[in-house]
């Protein structure tokens, strides 16, 4: 079963920076499209940033200008960089395909707050 885990969260200030990461066990998801997804307390889980196998990025309203998906094919990884933090971002962001196929990892948790 492929799993997935996330890394990067953490802390920071409105306006700030991170960087996610996640690492799939198997180059199975090399010929997916992949996605970052996030969940508030309270809400529903969301899409906020896909790419194609072929590194085609596409973002949510709420991300688009500030964050930045990217793939590295031959290290089984997808990346989220996300810049200009506001409180809102605040959430556990998971990544798996998109539409998702896999099992959630646990997330890595982003906290914006000053």
């Known amino acids: 079963q492929v799993q997935l885990v996330e890394s990067g969260g953490g802390l920071v200030q409105p306006g700030g920076s991170l960087r996610l990461s996640c690492a799939a066990s198997?180059?199975?998801?090399?010929?997916?499209?992949m996605g970052w997804y996030r969940q508030a307390p309270g809400k529903q889980r969301e899409l906020v940033a896909r790419?194609?196998?072929?590194?085609?990025?596409n973002y949510s309203d709420s991300a688009k200008g500030r964050f930045t998906i990217s793939r590295d094919n031959n290290k089984n990884m997808v990346y989220l960089q996300m810049n200009s933090l506001k409180p809102e971002d605040t959430a556990v962001y998971y990544c798996?395909?998109?539409?998702?196929?896999?099992?959630w990892g646990q997330g890595t948790q982003v906290t914006v707050s000053s």
């Open positions: 790419i194609t196998s072929d590194g085609t990025p």
């Open positions: 798996n395909s998109a539409p998702y196929t896999a099992a």
């Open positions: 198997t180059n199975i998801f090399s010929i997916y499209t």
